[in-house]
Structures are given as structure tokens and as C-alpha cells.
């Protein structure tokens, strides 16, 4: 359902309520515009925003890169959300014979990148290379065997925001190594966290990935950015990836 909303800020710039709708586990979610940027909040808490994207960038040119004279990298990204990560996977590879797949679970969410948000990253879901699906991550993760280059994750505020939650199940030991199994020799699985965390990184070690970790600025730009985490889990060695998919 569409609705559209008035706020009044302190600043006194209205804040707009686009629409609104539901998670398939029926979490609300709405989306709002203030001041030229847009921001989709659940509960009052905002979980994306137009401003602060630089981090989710970072997630994909970092794990897109390894690849960039790959004839046919695949790449599976958990979540649209604003688009961001996937432009950027988008500008990384732009391979003609690349893939990228994303997972998305609600409709509405991809209904809004076609309509309110399509000016932030126009005709990015026209894109040929581009398919989405309706289906967790962790469901293609399990269908895959060595089929992609790259995984890229980012739900919520990382591994360390779970407990019980039906997404935790990606972060365990199992869920690593499931992802490490749908990885090409040499595939990398890239993951974004607001928060560093130690124990994540035993278990994507335990799991077997070859683990780095980089600390990048949630925006690019302003003085005193906040800084977001990503890990860079190998699934060992590089290998040629310039056989054809069969």
C-alpha cells in the first residue's frame, strides 16, 4: 500500500512518508524523503539511508575487484536495499558477460527502486546482466555449488546484530561454509557489519576462508565519518576464472 505522509523537522524541512508496506515476516517498512534524500526506516529506526551508502560501496568494490578480468564473474548480493552496492558491483565488473544476482525478499522494496528512487541509479535495474529473485540469500547460497565469483552480504548491522533472528543462520560456521562451498576456487566472500567483531572472524577462519578485514568510512564525505567493518573471507587461491559457466 501506498500512502504519502507530511512530517515537520526541527530544521522545518518536511519529512515525507512515501509509502509504506511489509517484510514478508511482517516487519514494517516506510519510505521517506527529507531534504532531497530518502531514507527507509522500520519501527522508527532508519536501516538505509541516501546519504550514508559509502560503506555498502566499498563492500562491493572490494569484493568485486579480484575480478575484473574475469569474461563471466557471477556475483550474488544478499539484499537491493537503495541500490548502492549493487551500482557499485555494477561499475566494478562491467564485463558484458558478467552476472548479478540479488536476492530480495520484498516486492515492495524493488517496487520502489523502479519508481521513487530510480533517479539515484538510473536504468540500473534495466540492466540485462541484473536479475533479481524473490528468495533468501541463504537459499541461493544452498543451491549453489562453485558458481560465483563473489558473495556479497549485508542484512541489517552485521553478524554481531543477530540472535535467533532467521538471517543468523548466514553467519554461523554451517552458513560460512555453505557460502564457501557456492564460491568459484579463488571466489571471495565479502561482509559488511556496522561493527568489527572477533568472534565472527574465528568462525570464517574455522569455516576455511583465507580471512582479511578492512575498516572503511561509513560516508565519503564530512570530517569525522563513522567507520563501518568488512571482511574479505578467500576461498583459497586464486584460480582462472575465465572458463565459461556451463
Known amino acids: 500500500m501506498f500512502v504519502k505522509t507530511t512530517f515537520v523537522t526541527q530544521s522545518m524541512k518536511p519529512t515525507i512518508k ?3 508496506s511489509q517484510t514478508p515476516e511482517g516487519q514494517p517498512l516506510e519510505l521517506h524523503e527529507h531534504d532531497g534524500h530518502f531514507f527507509i526506516s522500520s519501527r522508527g529506526e532508519r536501516l538505509m539511508t541516501s546519504f550514508s551508502h559509502g560503506s555498502e560501496e566499498d563492500l562491493a568494490r572490494l569484493g568485486c ?4 578480468t574475469a569474461r563471466q564473474p557471477r556475483v550474488l548480493i544478499g539484499g ?6 549493487l551500482k557499485a558491483a555494477v561499475e566494478t565488473l562491467p564485463n558484458k558477460g558478467a552476472l548479478f544476482v540479488v536476492a530480495e525478499l520484498t516486492q515492495a522494496v524493488v517496487d520502489w527502486n523502479q519508481t521513487y528512487l530510480k533517479d539515484l541509479h538510473p536504468g540500473l535495474l534495466d540492466d540485462e546482466r541484473v536479475v533479481i529473485k524473490h ?3 541463504q537459499k541461493l547460497i544452498g543451491q549453489a555449488q562453485g558458481e560465483y565469483s563473489a558473495i556479497l552480504l549485508d542484512t541489517d548491522n552485521g553478524p554481531c546484530a543477530f540472535h535467533g533472528d532467521a538471517n543468523d543462520n548466514l553467519y554461523t560456521v554451517e552458513g560460512l561454509r555453505l557460502a564457501k562451498a557456492a564460491l ?11 561493527f568489527a567483531d572477533k568472534q565472527f572472524t574465528k568462525r570464517m577462519r ?17 570530517r569525522k565519518a563513522r567507520m563501518h567493518h568488512i571482511w574479505l573471507g578467500r576461498n ?5 576464472q575465465n572458463r565459461k559457466h556451463s
Open 18 to 20: 512515501l509509502a509504506e
Open 65 to 68: 575487484q579480484p575480478f575484473r
Open 80 to 85: 537491493l536495499g537503495m541500490g548502492f552496492t
Open 135 to 137: 528468495s533468501p540469500v
Open 184 to 194: 568459484k576456487e579463488g571466489g571471495v566472500l565479502a561482509v559488511w557489519s556496522a
Open 206 to 222: 574455522k569455516a576455511g576462508f583465507d580471512v582479511s578485514e578492512v575498516q572503511v568510512p561509513a560516508v565519503h564525505k564530512g
Open 236 to 240: 583459497g587461491a586464486y584460480a582462472s
